[in-house]
């Protein structure tokens, strides 16, 4: 066992006391339990929303807006940080459309730096909460007791539910740190139990699969957070699409795309690119659509449908402060929140796998908004919307990184693709605000049009190093991910000098512009 270390726990700033009881005190302090005659859902906590790096800001703004309200708002990478009271929380998970878990803080503890921080980090955790009284099951006989009156009566009848734990490294030296802290974490928490226990091991937990009480351990620099996680699964899993289409970008990006298109009007701030104020007709066109996320994300910004009431189950459900009073509200209160779109709003799609449009037309339905989709299954080539868009957002197909050896193959059809999608913008959609996801700029110079804006995302990690194999190949274009902005022009002028560039797809040296 590791040795004892002295630690300073820290909740809100202050450092907890350390006096017989601090645990359960602190718990009922930081998280809001109270007595049975005061509101749970009064008090101000802490919490922190994570997200892809690259969308902090987005994830910041919704969380200031009049839907969640949440104060003291501060973006960190890969998150934000943010109070409220716990129906704060509940509406963070209902209403979040970037963000990716929505966790609720336990405690906080500062680690200097040497050799004792993995020392530090075990008794960190193991006196950061009362832990039998987190993780006891409701459905045993002694739950929701003292640890020291439970430690005295029937140690044999204990039963806890299942938790898992998430960890999250920022600065340290090697990548077995992960492991090893993971590992430490959990024992600290089974001692814990165990101690509760009078020193046997708790029963085992009444469903092995099902994770009560998911928690998160954020190490950054020298202070370690711990949380609980109230998302358990991604918030970007919707719940309403049964098959995940990995080429394109999840239900988070989107919405994060579109809200920086100023799709999103209940976000502001966003959309100051645009060059299209025509302001009568909003009408989105996506003519690479593939199973339809950003058209069912748009649709479900446009009618103010909270995404998380798709959701039957919240781990947070289960848990020994959950308000069951203050949920219904909250959820109830989203539910009667669709406001009608703005007139002449239009969503259409377009995609030449007819076995993609199927499939977007399966998950549109289930979300509720498939009668609002414009859809068909053409060829870019020959593909002309039916009204002329005043926003187009769309994410054309990518492949892994493009080299020699791969471009007198399945590539060379994606550079016709691109080289076709610049031709139909100019001719179809003139005026149109255009969005663009790549995911190779090599790519998206064969569009053969200069963008005026772009925003750099986090690189897509599963096409990182998916190549031929072999060294000696040349990567074209950087593998970054990033979001371009196009203005189309009204008019451009006879004998468009764009749409007359030599083109040859085999060629690294084709002028670009």
Not at 208 to 229: H, S
């Amino acid at each position: 066992m590791p040795r004892k270390v002295a630690i300073s726990l820290v909740k809100f700033g202050k450092p907890l006391s350390r006096e017989p009881g601090w645990q359960l005190r602190a718990l009922q302090n930081g998280l809001g339990e109270q007595s049975p005659d005061a509101g749970a859902s009064g008090n101000l906590q802490s919490f922190y929303a994570t997200c892809e790096k690259g969308l902090e800001q987005i994830l910041a703004a919704e969380l200031s807006s009049p839907l969640i309200n949440a104060s003291q708002v501060e973006t960190d990478s890969g998150g934000v940080f943010f109070r409220g009271t716990q129906s704060t929380g509940y509406n963070a998970n209902l209403w979040l459309r970037t963000g990716d878990r929505v966790l609720c803080e336990l405690a906080r503890c500062l680690l200097p730096q040497g050799k004792s921080r993995f020392d530090l980090l075990y008794e960190f955790v193991r006196e950061a909460a009362d832990w039998p009284l987190l993780l006891v099951d409701d459905s045993a006989p002694l739950a929701r007791t003292l640890q020291s009156e439970t430690a005295e009566r029937l140690p044999n009848r204990y039963k806890f539910k299942k938790f898992i734990v998430q960890i999250r490294l920022s600065n340290w030296k090697s990548t077995k740190d992960q492991n090893y802290v993971s590992a430490s974490v959990s024992n600290a928490i089974w001692d814990a139990l165990r101690d509760s226990c009078v020193g046997q091991w708790p029963a085992p937990a009444e469903r092995e699969d099902l994770t009560a009480v998911p928690l998160f351990l954020d190490v950054n620099e020298d202070t370690a957070f711990l949380y609980r996680d109230m998302s358990g699964v991604s918030l970007h899993r919707r719940g309403y699409r049964d098959v995940i289409d990995k080429t394109k970008p999840n239900e988070g990006l989107a919405a994060a795309i579109l809200t920086l298109a100023g799709w999103n009007h209940n976000v502001h701030g966003f959309g100051a690119a645009n060059k299209n104020d025509s302001g009568k007709d909003r009408v989105l066109l996506d003519p690479f659509c593939g199973t339809g996320t950003i058209l069912i994300e748009a649709a479900l910004m446009a009618y103010e449908i909270a995404p998380g009431l798709f959701r039957p189950h919240w781990p947070f459900q289960t848990w020994h402060d959950y308000d069951p009073r203050a949920w219904t509200e909250c959820r109830d209160a989203a539910a009667s929140v669709q406001a009608l779109p703005v007139s002449g709003a239009r969503l259409i799609g377009n995609d030449m796998n007819d076995g993609a449009i199927t499939r977007c037309k399966r998950a549109a339905r289930a979300a509720g908004v498939l009668h609002l989709l414009e859809l068909s299954s053409e060829t870019s080539r020959h593909y002309k919307p039916p009204v002329i868009p005043s926003l187009v957002v769309t994410n054309p197909s990518c492949s892994a990184p493009l080299t020699y050896s791969s471009l007198r193959g399945e590539d060379e059809r994606l550079l016709t693709l691109w080289l076709g999608f610049g031709q139909l913008l100019k001719s179809q959609c003139r005026g149109a605000d255009v969005y663009v996801l790549s995911e190779n700029d090599w790519l998206a110079h064969a569009m053969h049009m200069v963008p005026d804006s772009k925003w750099d995302l986090q690189p897509n990690k599963q096409w990182r190093g998916n190549h031929t194999g072999r060294k000696t190949d040349k990567i074209f274009g950087s593998q970054e991910r990033k979001l371009l902005h196009f203005h189309v022009q009204s008019r451009y002028a006879r004998g468009d000098p764009l749409t007359k560039i030599p083109f040859s797809s085999l060629s690294p040296k084709t002028p670009m512009l």
